[in-house]
C-alpha cells in the first residue's frame, strides 16, 4: 500500500502540517526522510521496520551508510545518505547549542547532560577536553584523542596545550567506553593521576573525570579516585 492510500493520520507528511513535527513519532520522521517506500510496503511500513530492528534512533545513527543499506531491504544509497545526512544535523545542532549556552557545571550530572548523546553509543573510544573558567562555566569542549585510552596516546602535554591556549582556570576529563561498562580501567586510572599531577604544576586544576557508555556515567570525584 501506498503512502497516499492510507488514511490521512498514517500519512507523515501531511500529519506534520496538520500537528506540528514536535507531535510526529519516530517512525513518521523517519518516513518523511526515506520518502518511499517499496513494492508492496509504503515508506511508513518500511520506517516501522527500521524502529522495531534497530531499538530506537540512536542505535540507527551509530549505522553507517553500509549498515543501513545491508541491514533494512529498501534502503538504498539515497535514503541512506538522506538518515545520515539528517543525523549529522542533529549531532551539529547539539554541539552549537554548547556554544550558545552559559553552562555552569555543578555536578558530574551535569557534564554526562552535555556529553550523553555525542559519546554514549560510539562504537570507538574517545578523549575529551572540557575547559571551564575560573566560575566553572563552559567555555569549550575539546576532542583530544580517539582510540583506546592510555599513557602514550594521552599525554599531559596533549591535555595542557590547549587548556593553556584557552585559558582554562579549571578543566575536566571525559571519555567514552564502547563496551557499555563505565567501571574504570587500572589505564583510565594511571593516566588520570598523571594528567592531575600535571595540572598541579601548571595551576590548572583538574576537578574530575567522567567516563560515559550506555546512557550511564561514573564520576572519578564521586568514586575517591581524584
Do not use: C, W
Not at 83 to 96: G, T, Y
Amino acid at each position: 500500500m501506498k503512502v497516499k492510500d492510507l488514511p490521512i493520520d498514517d500519512r507523515p507528511r501531511e500529519k506534520l502540517e496538520l500537528y506540528g513535527a514536535q507531535n510526529l513519532s519516530d517512525v513518521d520522521l523517519i518516513a518523511i526522510l526515506i520518502r518511499s517506500g517499496m513494492k508492496n510496503k509504503s515508506a511508513v511500513s518500511l520506517a516501522r521496520e527500521i524502529i522495531k530492528e534497530a531499538g530506537d534512533l540512536k542505535s540507527i545513527m551509530k549505522m553507517s551508510q553500509d549498515e543501513l543499506h545491508s541491514k533494512f531491504k529498501g534502503i538504498g544509497k539515497t535514503k541512506a545518505i538522506t538518515l545520515m545526512a539528517a543525523f549529522e544535523i542533529a549531532k551539529r545542532i547539539a554541539k552549537s547549542d554548547l556554544k550558545e549556552k552559559q553552562i555552569k557545571i555543578e555536578s558530574p550530572k551535569d557534564v554526562f547532560d552535555i556529553f550523553n548523546q555525542e559519546l554514549s553509543h560510539l562504537d570507538v573510544e574517545k578523549f575529551y577536553l572540557l575547559i571551564l573558567n575560573s566560575s566553572n562555566y563552559v567555555k569549550k569542549k575539546i576532542e583530544i584523542s580517539s582510540g583506546t585510552l592510555n599513557a602514550s596516546l594521552i599525554s599531559p602535554r596533549e591535555i595542557f596545550k590547549p587548556a593553556i591556549d584557552s585559558k582554562a582556570a579549571n578543566i575536566i576529563l571525559v571519555h567514552n567506553h564502547p563496551s557499555g561498562n563505565v567501571e574504570p580501567s587500572r589505564e583510565d586510572i594511571n593516566v588520570t593521576k598523571q594528567i592531575v599531577e600535571a595540572g598541579k604544576i601548571l595551576e590548572i586544576p583538574v576537578l574530575d573525570h567522567i567516563i560515559i557508555a550506555n546512557n550511564q556515567f561514573t564520576s572519578f570525584v564521586e568514586r575517591k579516585l581524584l
